[in-house]
């Protein structure tokens, strides 16, 4: 566990306070979001890029035929055959024509969750300000989002509408609109939880992300040590009160504002580390084992927190957990199964736990990335691209669908921006906009969270 040293991002995030130093997000209206039960959004993003065309991938004979021929060098089934894939049929399929899709082996368990109807796929998502077509990338005559193809303007655009420096992501707003209308009153610290430490997706104007890791919430370490220490002797359980007493500056009595500001921090975040630990003090029973791997320990932990959600006193719930190495400009027939079958077991595992929690209807898990990637191959990976396939998973979920229209395997069609970059068919907003409609969120906060929003068709569906 990491030494404390006490920054402003800290103070704010590392202990997980959610007091507010800034004014109210105005756009967030009190009736935003429904009181009464309980509904999560976890999101798991993918670090590097996602190469979405080996993970949706064309099955009927032709287009089969066309992909493996122009990505052969890259495509593990190739050489194993087309019969090792496995074929989605999806509920929506009349809508593809002749034009069959599947999974890549490594991914059973998602294709599980398909056929259950707790998954669907989101097909040619991406980052736009407005829908684009070829010939208006080509010609320069829309706007496009910002530094495209770039990995921290992208991640940023992704979580917060706007490159690298932004302040507020979609999910702390999606929060704050929960917390303005009654949700989590006695809770609002647990309103956005993150197992990547200090978050932007997370990090609205009244909330701020409360970070989890596998032991627990961050800790300051030597008061940790101390409290281990207490009940052996008064000598221990004096140094304690004191130490505690300083770290949540009881004592402190200044006119400065934000001396009273970080004060107040600190005694709320001290106090919401001590309540979400008296919660785990009985360590909830899961009802199965997760992967040992950092995305299957991030969703473990996430889990627990979902299983302590009446102890906790939350009703609404936003979570952010994040796996690397998808950036794939080399090594992509070796490493890009290894990536998507360590993406199914956690996934798995996650959505056992909500079965076995109760929580399967109440918490809807989606992917995101960087970007996509390029169709074409720069030998044994590829580049940087821009729209790309994404999975929600949940009891809610309208599932077994492919939402969107998969673009045919190679170059020169409708959406292709050049190397088979996928200019995006449904926008990041339009993406959130369901999820969040679904949260409980009114048609004014959406368009708060997502400025974009009102360029775009709002009609479809993921969520039942």
């Not at 030494?3 to 756009?27: H, K, N, V």
């Not at 998973?393 to 998969?406: A, E, N, Y």
């Not at 009114?442 to 068709?457: H, I, K, Q, T, V």
Request: glycine share 12%.
């Amino acid at each position: 566990m990491r030494d404390f040293r006490p920054s402003r991002r800290t103070l704010l995030a590392g202990l997980g306070s959610s007091a507010a130093i800034l004014p109210s997000f105005a756009g967030v209206r009190a009736e935003a979001a429904a009181v009464g039960g309980y509904k999560a959004l976890v999101c798991v993003f993918l670090l590097g890029g996602m190469d979405g065309h080996d993970v949706l991938i064309p099955y009927d004979a032709p287009s089969h035929a066309e992909f493996t021929s122009l990505r052969r060098a890259l495509a593990p089934e190739a050489s194993r055959g087309r019969a090792v894939l496995q074929p989605l049929s999806p509920r929506n399929g009349e809508r593809f024509g002749s034009r069959r899709f599947a999974l890549p082996p490594e991914a059973p368990g998602l294709k599980r969750l398909f056929d259950q109807g707790k998954a669907s796929i989101v097909a040619n998502v991406g980052p736009l300000v407005r829908p684009v077509t070829r010939s208006q990338y080509r010609n320069d005559s829309v706007q496009l989002p910002p530094r495209l193809f770039s990995h921290n303007d992208q991640q940023s655009i992704w979580q917060a509408n706007a490159p690298e420096g932004a302040r507020l992501g979609w999910g702390g707003l999606f929060a704050d609109a929960a917390v303005k209308s009654g949700a989590n009153r006695d809770a609002e610290a647990f309103s956005t939880i993150s197992t990547t430490g200090d978050n932007l997706f997370l990090t609205g104007e009244n909330t701020t992300p409360f970070s989890v890791g596998r032991r627990g919430p961050t800790q300051i370490n030597v008061l940790s040590s101390l409290e281990r220490r207490r009940g052996r002797n008064q000598e221990a359980e004096a140094a304690y009160q004191r130490l505690r007493r300083h770290f949540a500056a009881q004592d402190y009595s200044g006119d400065n504002l934000i001396g009273r500001d970080v004060a107040s921090i600190m005694r709320q975040g001290l106090d919401s580390n001590a309540a979400y630990q008296a919660a785990l003090s009985e360590p909830p029973q899961l009802g199965t084992t997760f992967p040992d791997t950092r995305l299957g320990g991030q969703l473990k932990t996430i889990a627990e927190t979902i299983a302590m959600r009446a102890r906790l006193g939350a009703g609404r719930q936003v979570f952010f957990a994040a796996t690397g190495g998808f950036d794939t400009h080399s090594n992509q027939p070796s490493n890009m199964p290894t990536l998507l079958g360590g993406l199914d077991a956690a996934i798995s595992a996650f959505n056992a736990a909500m079965v076995a929690v109760g929580a399967d209807r109440d918490v809807t898990l989606f992917t995101g990335s960087d970007f996509g990637r390029t169709f074409a191959i720069n030998g044994d990976g590829t580049d940087h691209g821009w729209g790309g396939h994404h999975f929600v998973v949940g009891g809610s979920v309208d599932g077994g669908r492919i939402i969107g229209d998969p673009p045919p395997p190679g170059f020169d069609h409708a959406y292709d921006a050049g190397r088979g970059r996928l200019i995006p068919q449904i926008s990041v907003d339009q993406y959130a906009a369901d999820l969040g409609r679904w949260f409980g969120l009114s048609g004014p906060d959406l368009d708060a969270a997502l400025p974009n929003l009102r360029e775009f068709d709002t009609t479809s569906r993921i969520m039942v």
